[in-house]
């Protein structure tokens, strides 16, 4: 027994005098925490995510009592975003183009009786207030009688408008009402061939990026348009996203972005519109599948059937086909105009005298309200032959006078550039 302690003494000594090497080994270094911004979890499409974020550095902000506006603001998107995501669209993407902003509806290829896209001062000169007005695009319908475009109104905000043309002349415009909010900014509007749904672009609360595409429809009641939808995704994103356009005769759509994109270009997607519309679900799509689609981070994630994706490929080539004399698409809504010395104008940026540039956009526009009118015409008539009522016959009339009414002023304005062209 006397030997027993000193044995323990010693033993306890030696664990207690370990050497300090020792024990370090068995402290675990601490991994530096990697916070990643908000904004990275929304371009990534990570919604979820940056709502853990958000809500995290709302709290801490708080604490110290500084503003949170800007990161509320930012969870708004987030959430909306996220929102979004789990109603994503199945579509079929045809292809893409990288194009120049400032040029972008050069690029849109319509085929005829889907209507003229292009800068309101081609379509109408006279309603230019400014350049930047009258570089916005503009929507006249395939009868030439009916256009909508983008203006500012008292408040500054950029609204849209339509208004309705005639032998006599063009009406005066009118702010189209209940689309939206009075706090939204709207622009690039198209309209289908049934003439009451409107496609458009509009910034605001109900916005995830700058600028998201939207739908409302005419009431036949009352004549204003219902509150507008938000596509949704694809089609919108954290960037800015417009001019969606449904071509229902070739059944092609197109919408212009520039998620991704660097300043100055704009992507424009090509896609096949659903006619009823297929959403992505989590049970048949996995989350990264349903991101990658949602972003259109490359065509093949996009494609739901290849079949439809050829065949829409050959109609679209059919449609380029057709324009392929001129080089010029129905997006411009112009045929050339036959200068003195027979030089073909196909634009009045061609003409270098200001007076003759007037007179030449006046001429464009007027080309497009005959091709329209004469084909309505036409199918009247044949309408006619088939049943001959007093409605018809009316129409028939009211038409050819209003036909007649615009080859008169053709024939004036033809004039009039002759003279300012040939003066010396």
Known sequence: ????????????????????????????????????????????????????????QIDAEKRKKNSTVALEAQLHQA?????????????????????DADTFLDAYRLSAGSGTLAPLARIAPTLVRNRTQGAMPAFLNDFGDRMVFADTDTAGLTKLYECFTSATGIERPVRLEGMGSDDDAQAYPYVLSDGVTLYFAAQGEESLGGYDIFVTRRTSATGSFVKAENVGMPFNSPANDYMMVIDEQARIGWFA?????????????????????????????????????????????????????????TRLKAINDEEGATGKGRSQ??????????????????????????????????????????????????????????IIRNNILNLEQEVAALYADQKSQRAALRQVLEKK
């Open 1 to 56: 027994m006397r030997l027993l302690y000193p044995v323990l003494a010693l033993t306890l000594a030696a664990c207690i005098n370990i050497p300090g090497q020792a024990q370090r080994r068995r402290i675990r270094p601490v991994k530096p925490t990697v916070t990643v911004s908000p904004d990275s979890l929304m371009n990534e499409y990570r919604f979820d995510e940056a709502i853990s974020v958000l809500t995290k």
């Open 79 to 99: 959430r909306m975003g996220a929102e979004m995501l789990s109603g994503t669209e199945r579509i079929t993407i045809i292809d893409s183009l990288v194009v």
């Open 257 to 313: 972005t520039d998620r991704r994109q660097p300043a100055g270009k704009v992507c424009i997607y090509r896609f096949v519109p659903n006619d009823v519309r297929q959403t992505l679900t989590p049970d048949a799509d996995n989350a990264d599948n349903i991101r990658h689609q949602a972003r259109i981070s490359s065509i093949a994630a996009c494609c739901a059937d290849t079949t439809e994706r050829s065949e829409a490929l």
């Open 333 to 390: 809504g112009v045929q050339p105009l036959v200068l003195p010395g027979d030089v073909l104008c196909y634009s009045p940026n061609q003409l270098t005298n200001s007076q003759a540039r007037v007179i030449a956009e006046r001429l464009f526009v007027i080309q497009t309200q005959l091709q329209q009118k004469n084909d309505r015409l036409e199918a009247l008539r044949q309408e006619y032959s088939a049943r001959q009522t007093n």
